[in-house]
């Protein structure tokens, strides 16, 4: 595997749901990021892990919780959603978030639609 | 409010011809600038990028101007061919913070063969 690889590709979950999307990362990377992706929206940034350390947390709602145990794997864990949450949801990484390490690769995304 | 803005939702060009692309940003700090590529039910592929001390980069196919006094950058694509056919992302980040990407929503565009 090469990349940046996401699973699943697509969920549906009700709102009483507990599921989690699994983003991995084979290019050596440390710095790891969620985005979201809404119908006719710009991308958002919602977390920055940078060496396993949360860096950035974009106002996101608790029932959003990410992990990233180690530089490769990052988790967003899903709770108690909205329908509202429906959207892409795309992981990238970066070499690190300093200057001169910048562009981040993305993963295909889960598609994710909450009933 | 958006940082970055990208007017133009769609873009037709005939293959071979050159595809322009715009993007606007409003956010002096912004020091680097990027754009992606985005298939249907892929990620975005990064494309090209440039750097705020540079006005040029070109690679290949593919160059991107900016426009520091304009806040303006462009992608070009000469010359344009069917599997150029894509969304195209225009992002840009700052001197500060933790690397965040600052998005536009994308131009779709559209090649003819």
């Known amino acids: 595997e090469t990349g940046v690889t996401q699973t699943p590709r697509h969920l549906v979950m009700g709102m009483t749901n507990k599921k989690s999307l699994k983003c991995e990362q084979h290019l050596g990377h440390n710095a790891m990021y969620w985005y979201k992706q809404s119908a006719k929206k710009p991308l958002e940034l919602m977390f920055v892990y940078n060496f396993k350390e949360q860096t950035e947390n974009n106002s996101v709602p608790s029932r959003f919780s990410p992990e990233c145990p180690n530089s490769s794997h990052l988790f967003l864990h899903l709770h108690t959603l909205q329908p509202e949450d429906s959207a892409l949801y795309l992981c990238?990484?970066?070499?690190?978030?300093?200057?001169?390490?910048?562009?981040?690769?993305f993963g295909p995304g889960t598609r994710l639609l909450v009933l | 409010d958006q940082q970055v803005k990208q007017n133009s939702p769609s873009l037709s060009v005939q293959e071979g011809r050159i595809s322009i692309l715009n993007c606007d940003y409003t956010n002096s700090m912004f020091d680097y600038f990027l754009w992606y590529k985005k298939y249907p039910a892929e990620g975005p592929t990064f494309l090209i990028s440039i750097s705020s001390i540079k006005d040029k980069n070109e690679d290949g196919r593919f160059t991107v101007f900016l426009n520091k006094s304009a806040k303006h950058l462009s992608l070009h694509i000469v010359p344009s061919q069917p599997g150029d056919s894509a969304v195209y992302f225009c992002a840009a980040s700052a001197k500060t913070g933790a690397n965040n990407l600052f998005f536009g929503t994308g131009t779709r565009l559209t090649v003819i063969p």
């Open positions: 990238a990484s970066s070499q690190d978030t300093a200057s001169g390490g910048k562009t981040q690769y």
